[in-house]
């Protein structure tokens, strides 16, 4: 999702300059194991750069760290994310998002980013 657009699977509906926000179902990552809501949590945390750094262009950083801070773990299987902002100078990013669930606020997200414009990941032809 983008301000301004719905909820789609469409890539390239989403490829503008608005904020981005995902809401994602995780299948377990072992056959047959549960995946917990820790690991939910830290997976999807790495959903973070793209929320934050996909612009009208594409996504043109490559995330270098990811911090998650919980005030609860997630409940049931869904996990969403929303940016609430970006900002770079010098070929340096860093992104903040929100983590919720279907009840509400669980944490925040950080992500520090090096621009990597050479390799812009075009999410639009997707």
């Not at 690991?39 to 750094?53: G, K, N, P």
Request: proline letters at 3%.
């Amino acid at each position: 999702m983008s301000d301004g657009a719905s909820w789609s699977g469409s890539f390239a509906a989403h490829q503008n300059s608005n904020r981005k926000a995902v809401w994602q179902r995780f299948p377990p990552l072992v056959a047959g194991e549960e995946i917990s809501p820790f690991v939910r949590a830290a997976v999807m945390a790495e959903t973070t750069s793209l929320v934050c750094h996909w612009g009208s262009a594409g996504a043109g950083f490559i995330n270098i760290d990811t911090t998650l801070a919980l005030t609860r773990l997630p409940l049931g299987v869904g996990l969403g994310l929303i940016a609430d902002h970006q900002r770079s100078r010098s070929g340096l990013s860093i992104g903040v998002a929100t983590m919720f669930d279907r009840d509400g606020y669980i944490g925040t997200c950080a992500v520090t980013a090096i621009a990597n414009a050479r390799r812009q990941l075009n999410l639009g032809s997707q």
